[in-house]
């Protein structure tokens, strides 16, 4: 049983709480039973998890290829996802909707994030490094978020935001190139 301590952004947390902290991101609209099981048939569960089995194995060392290739390519393939097991990501994420999602291998993401369909946290074409994204950040619909950048605490990445630069904690990022802007909402749910 995967019960053992593994190391997430330098804290030591089980592979259970981690995965137990994205169900629990689905009953933040409706309590329940119902959303929480809607959103473990979901295609962006779906990678998550298998995500999260090869990214403890990855940590352990445990030598699993070519299975984890086959794997990650037929994840890919049905859901449209890619999260590599190299990636690092925070507990809490929740991927809304099907498909078009690319994390580079080299990027990382905190804690309770939020990503929309075709979202792309990449390098600018095989240099140039990979995005790095705080915690409670939302990353709207069809973003790309390129380089070698950082992104804040409770940062907004608008819908379409092409972001080239590193954006501040608590902003917004919009547009093409995106143009950072100072939040003016704020309503988000606070994770535990
Ligand atoms: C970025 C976002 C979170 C901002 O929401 P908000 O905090 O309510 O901000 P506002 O609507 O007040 O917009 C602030 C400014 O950014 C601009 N803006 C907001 N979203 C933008 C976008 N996607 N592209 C370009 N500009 C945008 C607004 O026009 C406004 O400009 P102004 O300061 O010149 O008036 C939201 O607009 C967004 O894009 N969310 C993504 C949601 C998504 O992907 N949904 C998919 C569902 S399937």
Known sequence: MMTEAFVSKGQATSFWSIVRADIARFSEEEPGLRPIVRGVMSQGFQA???????RWCYEHRIPIQPFRFLVERFTEITTGISLPAQARIGKGLRIHHFGGIIVNSEASIGEYCTLYHSVT?????GWG?????GNHVIIGAGAKLLGNIEVGDYCHIGANAVVRTSVPAGCLAVGVPAVVKQRTRYADVDHG
């Open 48 to 54: 998550l998890f298998v995500y999260r089995v090869f």
């Open 129 to 133: 490094g990979s995005p790095h994204i």
């Open 121 to 125: 946290l990449g390098d600018l074409g």
